[in-house]
């Protein structure tokens, strides 16, 4: 004997249904996404080389040029060293700066800080657009980047 269910009876057990099966989702979603706290207990300094355009691997150089005139953080990795990169998109004159805090070492991430120094206002500077970035090489670590 075959039991027929109303159109509601249908519609409610479709709802339950989907509405587990979003709790199901959710759950796995936030579960999985799981977010490491990043110790910022400095293990050591690390040396660094700031890196002239001349310098720059061409594929990374590709990079810069495309992301420059929006403010952009990112690493790159070639085989044998790490890449750290910060521009701070277009600015209205020349005569930025940029100047490297710190580059150590935690247990779980690279810290690494600047700030952009902008032109004194006696300064002679040039009326052009300009993108000021930096390109730091270091040794290559497989952790993550913290940018401060």
């Known amino acids: 004997m075959r039991t027929w269910l109303k159109g509601n009876q249908c519609q409610g057990i479709l709802m339950k249904r989907l509405s587990l099966l979003l709790i199901c989702l959710i759950t796995i979603i936030l579960t999985g996404c799981k ?11 690390l040396e660094f080389t700031v890196v002239e355009d001349a310098d720059v691997p061409e594929e990374l150089m590709s990079l810069i040029t495309e992301k420059k005139a929006e403010a952009f953080k990112m690493t790159f990795k070639s085989e044998d ?18 100047a490297v805090n710190e580059v150590f070492l935690t247990s779980n991430a690279i810290y690494f800080d600047t700030d952009l ?9 040039s009326e052009v657009v300009t993108h000021p970035y930096i390109v730091v090489k270091t040794e290559k670590i497989d952790k993550r980047v913290v940018f401060k």
Do not use: F, M, Q, R
């Open 81 to 98: 060293y790490l890449y750290i990169i910060v521009g701070y998109g277009a600015k209205p004159t020349g005569g930025y700066s940029i």
């Open 117 to 125: 120094i902008g032109p004194e206002e006696a300064e002679s500077v």
């Open 35 to 45: 977010s490491e706290k990043a110790d910022v207990k400095k293990i050591k300094d």
